[in-house]
Every structure is written in structure tokens, then in C-alpha cells.
């Protein structure tokens, strides 16, 4: 609404201040209705001017979105729906997850709602973006928010290009790892030109993503990096050089190593006897491997320095050296005075080399557990962490062997594995790993007369991960229902087969074509 | 025919009920299952030893159940109408056990009872005695309503007096206080607008509320005019201006008004909290009349609204219209039943024209001064934003007319991702100088707009 400028003035600074001229302060049109009230004349203005509006004309017509290829199933439409309503919300990212695997995007009424939530959710952002269609792109594209958050993958060079040059760190960083993953020579060459410019926080956000396509090729400008001044970057660089195989680091390290031990053979069918000296001191080219760098745990200095310079080892080394199979090594460390710093020393390279998608990072997780290594369970508490970094298939080999070492020692490392691939949202393991996995809740059921709280993160965690393809196991190995402390359970049991009925419907959503 | 399950999920109280409807909609839950034309039910497993009997009459929808949940309707019968929706094979058709058969019986006859109440109620003495009593009533409202207004008008003539510049830095309780005094002098229609714009001028921090406040209050000393002269106005613009005070038509007053027959397509709905009571304003119009209709639904308190008509349903019966200058609101004769739950295809409708519709308004302006917002249906219209507008966005029609979407519309992008920058149908309402969409169509299903729009 627009008014005369007396009756505008009038109503703002008061008829007291301002006197309303009805000659002056209404449309001309209005004059014989108006009258004299302020009001009065402001209603009739109100009224003539609304009946009398017209539409804005030569609007430009909006760029349409180009046509999306397949919708989802109706079925898993609805599914989706009921998850946003917040009905098992933890399955949202399986719905994403499979949305992408059928190749179907996600439905449009559902995109604002899904881009809003990803807004503060990096982990659904990443798995919105692949089934975003060509309407979701469009989408963003418009609203500035969103085009920040939702950065374009490997498959847009040029907005990739354009996020490296000018985007917000995490953006650069984000496009880093694609060039990387697209041509990792490439990517260290661009990040090698504006290095020596870099702030000293964007080389320590940048430089982690070179370990997409680590390599030898990568050797030179990690050593240098050995020398940045910024803590932080000398230590990323070094972790790096311990990941890559075969790196002049590792080599070091390994050499130092070798001068402290002593391997003392005990003949056939027997593991070998190992001696360590401490190292006397630590020079400069120690200190810039990283020794005496941290000290997690408490260790006295020299130890310390042993520990550091285990990191940095594959632990595949000490198997081919010693020639022992993995359970000999940790047995062999074991049994010495130090076997303790050695050990840890160990997980964490096993750690490393995982990471390094090394294959037998998998055999060295499970020989934690399978050898008779008596306090496998006081290693770094973190050794599930470490099974995180292994690719899907050997992760779940790994958490199969541990459900069968035992319920004392590989399990709760197992249930702890079991919870962070949970974590991830979309990961689901083999039956025969189910089947083992529900055989052991049930057995810690029966062991106890009441859930502790613990217990309620297990069945969590179970609904995530455990199978439903076929969901006849999921009846069985329950305590009889004559069972005295069935009662305190039926809830946790009763909302676990409902989950896991729930997620059944929902993977069949997108294959049984009702409609 | 069923609802769809988005439908049926619109119908729970609120949203936690919607998801513990969800939560019922599972075979393993339920016994006994069945069905006919007419009705579902079903035995539900809770926490008690029996199961709870769940039931619903499909032409309302109505529900039933003997669970002790105060939310109506309870998740029991949201769960069952779902797992109907999503697997009607598991309903046994048959005939209604003893339990259902009693319900639906006791539901007619509670609407025979009426028709005889009401018959009883026509007599001719009856009448009479009724129309002695409200007439007296009347004639005390009208002397406080006069009261009342006198005191409105005074105050209008202050605030005219020392300017809307510097309302804010008065106390909020100058507000208040007028509306109480208009509630104590029965003009509780003025009373909560008062209320209303009293809160709005200290919410908002963006420009123009000096000119929404004004508009506003423009209207209220237009009602307070018209009401002076008002044995001078039309007889349809007296009930507009005595609704607008407050003054209440009776239901039988509105049942006795001659019906419209029709089927009835839901075009949307506008839900509204005011204070501590909710207001639905659900949106059909006439397949064959062409009319628009508006049912309003009220809630007071905690207590969730009644379940509003499902946006896209189709209802076929009467509606009697309350007497107006532009009759809209409506209540629903008994007849009225739910027939379907999308409307049927239609062929390509010609694309709006927006001066058209503008000129449609125009005119129902002239009928009703008072008219504050007008349903427009229009079809292809393509959503455009601009970033740069304090409205962003706005509907344009296919001849490049636009019309500008009010500021306070949430829903924008989710608008723009249904349309995709294709035409499409919007349904929403004129406001005057800006239009709130309420739903769309697009690909066969209507998308509910409504919410989050303050």
C-alpha cells in the first residue's frame, strides 16, 4: 500500500503534529467518501487501492530444472516420509544409502526438508548429495546456503576448480580430495604451487587429504613437510609417511629399531627371545621423525621414544624379519620387559596400515584377539578404532573373528566395532555374521536378570547392523518364554524385531513394485 | 477408496501421536481385523490384558476406541486406518461384530435424536419463547457493544492523535487493556484483532509495520462506523459487520438456511494460533456450484483441533452457508460423507489469468468491504524467486503476470522444488496485496503448504 504524503506524515507523526487535510491527503477519486477522520480516509485508500491492484507484468519465466531420471518407488516414498516424521529417523541414511544403490533420487517434496537437516549434519549432507537428481542440484544452485554446504563432487571439474581457488577452507579441502581421487599427481602439484602461501592452519586442514592416492610420488614434499614450523603439520606429515609403504621414514625408524634388538632364536617349533636396549639419547634426525614427539600413555621417556619409533614401522616388517606369523610377533614382544610399549607401538602401526589398506591389516586385528597374547584386552583401548579404517568386507571378516574368540576377550572390542560401524548409518553385515552376533546378545541376556544400560546400547545397535534379508533367525536362541527375568527384557527384544521388521519393509520398498 | 496415508497422518491431534500412529500400523499388533463399506475395526494388543477395541466409520472419517488415551483420534485408530491403507488384504470383509454394529447404530440414531430435537424445537410456541428470550439477550449485547465501540473510538482518535511512530515505545498492556474492555462489552471478534495487532507491532523487526498496524486499525473504525449505521446496510453486509464484532450465529440458525448439494474437492486448509485458541480454515469448493466453502474448526486450551477434511479429498453432501454479503463459512449437513481421496483426473484447466482473478476479487470486495483474505485457485503459475525483494518470492502466470507472495509464506523453496520451475496449480489465499499459498498440485497429489507461517 502506498499513501498520499499528508496522510502518510499524519498517521506516523500524529494529526496533533501533522493535521490531516483531507484536500491534499487523499487520492482525488476518494475525496467525496473520505471525510475528515484519519481513519476514515486511510480505509477508503486501503479499500480503492486493493480493488484496483493490478499483477506485476514481464515477469521473466524461471530457468526450469532439467528432468530427473527415475523416482523413487512409491512405496519407499512413503518410507521416507515416515522417517522424517522422526519413526526410526536413525534409518534415514540406509534409505539414502539405498536410494543411491537402485539409482533412483530422493522424491521432491521431500528435498527442502532433507537439505534443511543436512545443514548441520556433514555425514547426511555426503550421503544426500549423490541422490540430490537434477532437482536437488537446481535447488541448490538458487540458494546460497545451501550451494556452500552441498560442495559438488568429482564429477563437476570446473566447480571443483572453482571451490580449490576461492571456496572457505573446508570447501578447498573437500575439492583437494576430489582432485585427488580424480589425478593425485595433479592434486599434489596444485597444492605444492600455493604452499609456501598457505596459512599455517589451511596446511594443516590441507595437507591431511593427500592420503586419497598416497604414494611414493608423495615422499619429497611429505619429508619437507617433516620440517614446517607448525607442530601440527611436522606431525600429519609424519603420520602420512608411516601410512605410505616403503616411505624412507618407516625405513629409519626401522633401522633404529634394529640396533636396540636382539632376536635370540630357540630352535625349532619354539617363538624366538627378544632383547631391547633403550635408545642412550635422541638426536636431531630422531626428533624430526617424530621421537619424543607424544607420550600418551604415561611411559617413561625412553620408552617413550621406543613407542614412537614402533609407529612408525609396518608391523608386517617384524613378521618377515622374524619370519613369525603375526600372533608370533605379539607374542614375541610380549614376553619381554617392554613388551607393553612395544605392543601398543605394534597396534598403532597396525593401525596405520589399515589405513594404508594394507591386506594384512586385517590378520594382525584378528591376531589381537586369536593368539594367546594373556592381555590382549589392557592394549590401547581403541583397537576397534583402528578396524574402522579397514575397507567394509575385512571390517566385518575382522568382527567375525573376534565374536568367536570368546565372550572374555574378543567381544567387548567386537560389541564396541559393532557400535561405530552402527554408527555409520548404512553398514549392515553378512547372516552368518547376524546369526553369531545375535547368538552372543542372547547368551549376555541370559547371563544377566535386568538390561543395564549397556545392554540397551547393544540392541541398538543390533537393530542397525544385524541382517534382513531374511528374518527367520531373528525368532530364534531367545530364552523360553517361561524364563523367570523375561519380563525386564520383553521391551528391549519387542523393539528390536520391530526395528529390524521395520527396515525389512523398507529395503523390499524399493524393490517390490506395488504401483 | 481409502486415505492416503499422508491423509490419514494429517488426521492425528498432533505429532507425537502421528508417530505413535505409525508405530501401531504393524500386523503383528492387531487381531481380529475387518471391515465393510461402511467401517474398519480391529483388536489392538496394549498394555492391558484385553485389547482395545478400535473402530472407525469411514464416511466421517469417524473413530472409536476403548483405550484410556485423551488424544482423539488415539494412535490406535491412526494405526489402524494406516495398516488398511497399506494392506487392505489383511481386512476380512464381513459382517461388523456386535461392538461395531452397536457404535455405527448409536450414531445414527444420535443424529435422528437431532432431527427430532430440532423438529420439537420448531414448534410454533417454542419459537416464540425462544425468540422472546434472545431478543431481550440482544437488545442488552447491543447497549454494552455501543459501550464498547464508543470507548474503541476514542482510543482510534488518540492513536490517530499522537502517531504510530512512536507505538512501539509504548507498554504492550495499552493493548491488552483495550482488548479486555472490548471482550468485558461482548465484542470479543474486535477484542482478539486488537490483541492480535497489538502483538504484531512489537514482533516483527522489518520495515512497514507502520502500514500493516495501519490498515488494520482502519478496519476496525470502519466496523465501528458501519456498526453506527448499520439498520442502514444491506442485510448480508449486517452479518458481516455483526461476525466481525462477534456476534455468533447459532448452528440452527445456519442449518435452517437452505443447503447447497454438491461434491466438494478440499483445496486447502490454514491453520492459526491466536493466543491460546486454534483456528483450522479448511478450503473446498463445488465441483458443479463452483463455490468456495470454508469450514472453520476451533480448539481452546491443550485440546488438539478437531480432524480437519484431508486436503485433496473429495466430499459429497450438503453445506449450509452462515448468512453473509459473500457467503463462505459453512457447516456440514449431516449428509455429508467422504467419497474419495484424490480428485479425479481433470482435463488441462486453462491457465490463470491473473488480472482476471484480481477483478474477482475486486468484486467481492465491493460486496464485502470487510473481506480480508479471498481463496484463489490458480493454475499454472510457476514460482520465481528474487533474492532481492523483501518478498522473495512471487507466482507467475503463463502471460508473464506475477503475483507477489506474502512475506510471511515459509514454504517458498519448498514450492519451488515441487514446481521445478515448471506452471503449476498453487491454491492460497488473497490477502490483499500479497498472496499465501496453502497447497499445491503437481504430478497427481496435492502438497500441503500450511504451517509454519505465522
Redesign the interface.
Known amino acids: 500500500m502506498q499513501l498520499p504524503v499528508n496522510m502518510h506524515k499524519a498517521l506516523l507523526a500524529g494529526t496533533s503534529r501533522v493535521p490531516f487535510e483531507p484536500a491534499t491527503g487523499v487520492a482525488p477519486a476518494l475525496q467525496a467518501v473520505a471525510g475528515h477522520s484519519l481513519w476514515q480516509a486511510l480505509a477508503a485508500q486501503d479499500l480503492w487501492q486493493r480493488a484496483g491492484l493490478l499483477p506485476a507484468a514481464g515477469v521473466e519465466a524461471p530457468q526450469p530444472a532439467p528432468a530427473d531420471g527415475a523416482a523413487s518407488p512409491r512405496a519407499a516414498e512413503d518410507i521416507l516420509l515416515l522417517l522424517m516424521r522422526g519413526l526410526h529417523a536413525e534409518l534415514l541414511p540406509t534409505w539414502l544409502a539405498l536410494a543411491h544403490a537402485q539409482g533412483v533420487c530422493v522424491p521432491h517434496a521431500c528435498l527442502v526438508p532433507l537439505l534443511e537437516q543436512g545443514m548441520g549434519k556433514p555425514a547426511l549432507r555426503e550421503k544426500l548429495l549423490p541422490v540430490l537428481g537434477e532437482r536437488g542440484r537446481w535447488l541448490v544452485a538458487q540458494n546460497p546456503d545451501w550451494n556452500a554446504k552441498y560442495v559438488a563432487g568429482t564429477d563437476d571439474a570446473a566447480a571443483v576448480e572453482l571451490a580449490w581457488n576461492t571456496g572457505a577452507p573446508a570447501q578447498r579441502a573437500a575439492a583437494l580430495r576430489a582432485m585427488r581421487a580424480a589425478d593425485p599427481a595433479a592434486a599434489l602439484a596444485s597444492l605444492q604451487s600455493g604452499w609456501a602461501q598457505e596459512a599455517a592452519e589451511l596446511r594443516a586442514a590441507l595437507l591431511p587429504c593427500l592420503e586419497a592416492g598416497l604414494s611414493l610420488a608423495d615422499e619429497a614434499f611429505l619429508e619437507a613437510a617433516l620440517d614446517d614450523k607448525r607442530k601440527e603439520v611436522r606431525g600429519i606429515a609424519r603420520e602420512l609417511l608411516a601410512i605410505l609403504p616403503g616411505s624412507q621414514l618407516s625405513a629409519r625408524c626401522a633401522a633404529r629399531l634394529a640396533a636396540l634388538f636382539t632376536l635370540q632364536p630357540k630352535g625349532e617349533g619354539q617363538l624366538p627371545v627378544l632383547e631391547v636396549a633403550l635408545p642412550e639419547a635422541c638426536d636431531k634426525p630422531m626428533k624430526r621423525d617424530g621421537v619424543g614427539a607424544e607420550n600418551p600413555y604415561h611411559m617413561g621417556e625412553k620408552q617413550a621414544w621406543l613407542f614412537n619409533m614402533m609407529q612408525c614401522v609396518p608391523p608386517d616388517y617384524w613378521a618377515q624379519r622374524w619370519a613369525v606369523p603375526p600372533a608370533g610377533v605379539l607374542q614375541v614382544m610380549q614376553a619381554n620387559d617392554f613388551g607393553r610399549v612395544l605392543q601398543e607401538g605394534l597396534v598403532h602401526a597396525i593401525g596405520l596400515s589399515a589405513r594404508a589398506g594394507a591386506a594384512s591389516a586385517a590378520d594382525w586385528l584378528v591376531a589381537i584377539h586369536a593368539s594367546k597374547v594373556p592381555n590382549a584386552r589392557v592394549l590401547s583401548a581403541s583397537i576397534a578404532d583402528k578396524a574402522m579404517a579397514l575397507p567394509p568386507a575385512a571390517r566385518e571378516h575382522v568382527l567375525h573373528a573376534w565374536l568367536e574368540c570368546g565372550k572374555a576377550k574378543g567381544v567387548p572390542d567386537a560389541l564396541m566395532l559393532a557400535r561405530q560401524m552402527a554408527s555409520d548409518g548404512s553398514v549392515q553385515v553378512s547372516p552368518a555374521t547376524s546369526r553369531l552376533m545375535l547368538g552372543r546378545l542372547q547368551q549376555m541376556m541370559r547371563e544377566r536378570d535386568a538390561p543395564s544400560y549397556s545392554m540397551k546400547l547393544e540392541f541398538e545397535t543390533m537393530a542397525a547392523l544385524l541382517d534382513v534379508g531374511e528374518m527367520e533367525y531373528l525368532e530364534q536362541g531367545w530364552p523360553e518364554p517361561a524364563w523367570a527375568h523375561w519380563d525386564n527384557w520383553r521391551q528391549l527384544v519387542d523393539e528390536l524385531k520391530e526395528a529390524l521388521r521395520f527396515k525389512h519393509t523398507l529395503h523390499r520398498s524399493f524393490t517390490d513394485n506395488k504401483e | 477408496m481409502s486415505l492416503t496415508?499422508?491423509q490419514i497422518?494429517a488426521l492425528a491431534p498432533d505429532?507425537a501421536s502421528?508417530?505413535a500412529g505409525?508405530?501401531q500400523a504393524?500386523l503383528?499388533k492387531w487381531s481380529g481385523l475387518g471391515g465393510h463399506a461402511q467401517a474398519l475395526w480391529g483388536l489392538c494388543q496394549g498394555s492391558g490384558k484385553e485389547p482395545y477395541r478400535a473402530q472407525i466409520d469411514l464416511a466421517g472419517p469417524a473413530f472409536k476406541c476403548n483405550c484410556p488415551s485423551r488424544k482423539f483420534p488415539c494412535k490406535h485408530g491412526i494405526g489402524l486406518y494406516l495398516l488398511y491403507a497399506r494392506d487392505s488384504a489383511a481386512f476380512k470383509e464381513t459382517d461388523a461384530p456386535q461392538w461395531v454394529s452397536d457404535w455405527l447404530q448409536s450414531r445414527e440414531q444420535r443424529s435422528e435424536k437431532k432431527a427430532a430435537k430440532e423438529a420439537e424445537a420448531a414448534t410454533p410456541e417454542a419459537i416464540a419463547a425462544r425468540e422472546a428470550s434472545q431478543q431481550k439477550r440482544q437488545e442488552k449485547r447491543q447497549g454494552n457493544v455501543e459501550t464498547g465501540l464508543a470507548v474503541l473510538e476514542a482510543w482510534?482518535e488518540d492513536l490517530?492523535?499522537?502517531?504510530?511512530?512512536?507505538l512501539r515505545s509504548k507498554p504492550s498492556r495499552d493493548w491488552e487493556a483495550m482488548a479486555a474492555r472490548l471482550v468485558d462489552t461482548q465484542a470479543p471478534g474486535l477484542a482478539s484483532r486488537v490483541r492480535r495487532l497489538g502483538l504484531s507491532i512489537y514482533g516483527g523487526g522489518g520495515d512497514g509495520w507502520?502500514?500493516a498496524a495501519?490498515?488494520e486499525?482502519?478496519?476496525?473504525?470502519?466496523l465501528r462506523?458501519a456498526y453506527a449505521r448499520l439498520a442502514s446496510l444491506p442485510e448480508g453486509l449486517q452479518h458481516e459487520v455483526r461476525s466481525a464484532i462477534g456476534w455468533a450465529t447459532s448452528q440452527e440458525d445456519v442449518l435452517a438456511q437452505p443447503g447447497v448439494n454438491d461434491r466438494w474437492l478440499v483445496l486447502g486448509a490454514r491453520t492459526q494460533e491466536d493466543g491460546r485458541v486454534g483456528s483450522c480454515a479448511t478450503f473446498l469448493r463445488g465441483e458443479s456450484s463452483g463455490r468456495w466453502a470454508t469450514l472453520l474448526q476451533f480448539s481452546a486450551g491443550s485440546q488438539a483441533l478437531p480432524p480437519a477434511p484431508p486436503l485433496g479429498a473429495i466430499y459429497q453432501g450438503t453445506v449450509h452457508y452462515y448468512p453473509a454479503a459473500l457467503p463462505m463459512r459453512v457447516l456440514f449437513a449431516d449428509d455429508m460423507k467422504l467419497v474419495g481421496a484424490t480428485p479425479d483426473a481433470q482435463p488441462a484447466p486453462a491457465p490463470a489469468e491473473?488480472?482476471a482473478e484480481?477483478a474477482r476479487?475486486?468484486q467481492a470486495?465491493?460486496a464485502n468491504?470487510f473481506l480480508e483474505s479471498w481463496p484463489m485457485a490458480l493454475e499454472q503459475v510457476?514460482?520465481?524467486?528474487d533474492?532481492g525483494k523483501a518478498a522473495p518470492w512471487?507466482l507467475?502466470?503463463v502471460n508473464?503476470?506475477?503475483?507477489?507472495v506474502d512475506a510471511a509464506f515459509r514454504?517458498g523453496?519448498?514450492l519451488?522444488?515441487?514446481a521445478?520451475?515448471?506452471p503449476l496449480r498453487v491454491f492460497g489465499l488473497w490477502q490483499?496485496?500479497s498472496f499465501l499459498p496453502l497447497s499445491a498440485w503437481c504430478g497427481g497429489r496435492s502438497?500441503n503448504l500450511d504451517g509454519g507461517n505465522g
Open positions: 496415508a499422508e497422518l505429532a502421528a508417530k505409525t508405530g504393524s503383528s482510534l490517530a492523535r499522537d502517531g504510530l511512530a512512536t507502520e502500514l495501519a490498515r486499525l482502519s478496519q476496525l473504525a470502519l462506523q491473473l488480472a484480481l476479487y475486486a470486495l465491493a468491504p510457476t514460482p520465481v524467486h533474492a512471487s507467475r502466470a508473464g503476470e506475477a503475483l507477489a514454504q523453496w519448498q519451488h522444488a515441487l521445478g520451475g515448471h490483499g496485496y502438497f
